[in-house]
């Protein structure tokens, strides 16, 4: 199990805990709602759901959500969420895109902080659009380019970030079109030498023509 799964699963419990995460996700499905033309028709997939924070936020406006995720203990604690709400739109999976591959599925596949932990980012990208039915979306939201001081803990990063010219690149050579990128939210959090600092979030949307 690779130490950054061990890490997902050992913070799984108190993960909800933080507001500053609550915010984030919220921030990041009202920036999806306006970007991507959501319907109740569209089967999604969250990729790197986590405790499913995005996804609960999204559910009602599709007909369905996989939430996706190589974390046993996040997919543990969102079933929980799922049974105690009697939610039967939403179904969990343990999957890691960067090892199988997935027929045209999802009219839409969405993500929330995930790709800085994926170290062939680009490579997801392409396993990401073979997954998309033509005419589908992606939408994903991560770090805009910073130094590292994000993480004070490395283990499991792989990229301080993306800009937006880095995100759409990626978008472009996985074969999305329409794309366009946008601030979903800044996060304000103490650095190593306990200052604060801004960072931004961004979401880069694009389609499967």
Do not use: C, N
Not at 14 to 39: C, F, G, K, M, Q
Request: hydrophobic share 50%.
């Amino acid at each position: 199990m690779p130490s950054a799964q061990r890490d997902f699963d050992a913070v799984a419990q108190t993960w909800d805990d933080e507001p500053r995460r609550v915010e984030l996700s919220r921030a990041i499905a009202d920036a999806i709602r306006e970007e991507v033309p959501l319907s109740r028709a569209m089967s999604a997939m969250d990729y790197g759901a986590g405790t499913g924070l995005v996804t609960l936020l999204l559910h009602d406006d599709l007909a369905s959500v996989v939430a996706a995720d190589t974390s046993e203990g996040m997919l543990a604690v969102l079933d929980g969420k799922i049974a105690a709400a009697g939610i039967d739109t939403v179904h969990t999976r343990l999957l890691d895109l960067t090892a199988t591959d997935l027929p045209p599925t999802f009219d839409l596949i969405f993500s929330a902080m995930t790709l800085h932990h994926i170290a062939a980012a680009a490579g997801l990208l392409h396993k990401l659009y073979a997954a998309i039915v033509p005419g589908g979306w992606l939408a994903l939201a991560d770090l805009d380019a910073e130094d590292g001081s994000f993480h004070p803990d490395p283990v499991g990063i792989f990229h301080h970030g993306f800009s937006a010219e880095e995100m759409q690149a990626m978008f472009a050579a996985a074969g999305f079109v329409d794309l366009r990128t946008r601030l979903a939210h800044v996060v304000t959090r103490a650095i190593a030498d306990g200052t604060l600092r801004d960072f931004s979030v961004l979401l880069t949307v694009g389609r499967k023509a």
